[in-house]
């Protein structure tokens, strides 16, 4: 990582591979972006910024991949410009970083030290998450690792940050006698990050993975495959049903971590959150995954149950404290 300078209160960081084929220059904050050399292929660039979202239950950092892109047509050597951008009043730019969008084998490596530079400027008295997230040093630890196998072999849309803040959020909120209920494992990939990290704690809690299976016949089976790749089979407890027909299955606040990741109509997410709130332990924490921010982007996006969700019913409710987002997972603390 190399630091461009600061505007506005933000730190400008680009990632070591681009300044090999761009110069990049910095004018307030604007990126000034020029090849080197004329290319017969497309590049393409990647902005990630680092956000601080301010809400009445006080501000919490957000790791933020929607930034757009840069791209460079074959042949193309005129400069372009980029200016970071957010629609919405309550999000701070406090860094931003610009790499080159990687093939996918490659995104695992640079996500990761993208996520711990982020980490080493957040303030580590107020974060769990900074506490457990590898350095710039320790990129290539087992957890990193793991991190990133989990990333390349097992199926799923959740993202090697998102991967990241579940996994310090698994082990920032473990409570002695309670569990993790999963709404929604699909093929295990967040389910394999979850047990692995209670694995790392020797933890005594159980993954109770709740799906109903619908995509496929042998989706439960993948899951248990791939939680088994970490060596952690044995906590998992699968229940093939729609997540309504374990309310009488389970005790209240039975869980110190809920992952809401079902169905995203809102109906189906907010029937989710209030069996989670009931099945969470106060101190507990519940991450939710594709939280949209249409106030960020500038539109309603797609699947925006769980941002509605989050806005219109959880914060509101004031018992919960968001404790960061990275890319479409956000975690909050459950306070009473």
């Known amino acids: 990582m190399r630091t461009l300078g600061q505007a506005e209160g933000a730190t400008f960081i680009a990632a070591e591979a681009t300044p090999g084929e761009f110069?990049?220059?910095?004018?307030?904050?604007?990126?000034?972006?020029?090849?080197?050399?004329?290319?017969?292929?497309?590049?393409?660039?990647?902005?990630?910024?680092?956000?601080?979202?301010?809400?009445?239950?006080?501000?919490?950092?957000?790791?933020?991949?929607?930034?757009?892109?840069i791209v460079f047509e074959g042949g193309q050597t005129d400069s372009r410009s980029y200016r970071p951008f957010s629609r919405d009043p309550v999000r701070s730019l406090r860094a931003l970083y610009l790499g080159p969008e990687l093939p996918t084998?490659?995104?695992?490596?640079?996500?990761?030290?993208?996520?711990?530079d982020h980490a080493a400027r957040l303030p580590h008295e107020d974060h769990a998450w900074v506490r457990v997230l590898p350095s710039t040093s320790e990129g290539t630890s087992s957890r990193a690792k793991r991190l990133e196998y989990l990333h390349y072999h097992a199926h799923g849309w959740f993202h090697l940050v998102e991967m990241d803040l579940l996994d310090a959020m698994t082990r920032a909120s473990v409570l002695p006698g309670k569990h993790v209920i999963e709404i929604g494992s699909y093929q295990g990939r967040s389910t394999a990050v979850i047990a692995a990290a209670l694995g790392d704690l020797d933890a005594e809690s159980l993954v109770i993975a709740v799906d109903p299976n619908e995509l496929s016949e042998q989706q439960a089976d993948v899951t248990a495959a791939n939680v088994a790749?970490?060596?952690?089979?044995?906590?998992?407890?699968?229940?093939?049903?729609?997540?309504?027909?374990?309310?009488?299955?389970?005790?209240?606040?039975?869980?110190?971590?809920?992952?809401?990741d079902g169905s995203h109509l809102y109906e189906h997410v907010l029937a989710d959150f209030q069996l989670c709130d009931r099945l969470l332990a106060p101190g507990g924490i519940m991450v939710f995954h594709d939280v949209y921010a249409p106030a960020h982007l500038g539109y309603e996006p797609p699947r925006s149950g769980p941002a509605?969700?989050?806005?219109?019913?959880?914060?509101?409710?004031?018992r919960?404290?968001?404790l960061a987002g990275a890319h479409l997972a956000l975690a909050l603390r459950k306070l009473d």
């Open 23 to 69: 110069d990049l220059s910095l004018d307030g904050a604007t990126l000034t972006i020029t090849p080197r050399q004329s290319r017969p292929f497309r590049r393409t660039l990647r902005p990630v910024a680092h956000f601080e979202v301010d809400t009445p239950q006080g501000p919490y950092p957000e790791l933020n991949l929607t930034m757009g892109r």
């Open 105 to 116: 084998e490659d995104d695992p490596a640079y996500f990761n030290a993208v996520c711990a």
């Open 229 to 260: 790749s970490v060596g952690q089979r044995k906590r998992l407890v699968q229940i093939q049903r729609r997540a309504g027909a374990i309310a009488s299955l389970l005790a209240d606040e039975v869980a110190h971590l809920t992952f809401v």
């Open 308 to 318: 509605r969700v989050v806005n219109e019913v959880v914060l509101p409710t004031g």
């Open 320 to 322: 919960y404290k968001p």
